[in-house]
């Protein structure tokens, strides 16, 4: 059974860095080198911005939200 759902997540220099980690212990990381790390998600785009943006109050770089499909294999 697969599950896919529509999930936005946060990248950085032209979407070569994607936000990840877990309780609030979160940061960029390079794409090619995720492995097995947790990737941040968020349910919509308003939420994703909301969250990113009151938690990073310091921005100093361009961010782009993106929407992906997650997919769930049970």
Do not use: Q
Request: proline share 1%.
């Amino acid at each position: 059974m697969k599950i896919k759902r529509k999930r936005y997540i946060i990248t950085r220099n032209d979407n070569s860095e994607i936000f990840c980690g877990l309780a609030r212990m979160y940061h960029f990381k390079k794409i090619n080198e995720i492995g097995d790390t947790p990737i941040k998600t968020y349910s919509s785009e308003k939420k994703a911005k909301a969250s990113f943006e009151s938690s990073w109050s310091l921005i100093d770089f361009e961010y782009n939200i993106l929407e992906v499909v997650e997919t769930i294999e049970c």
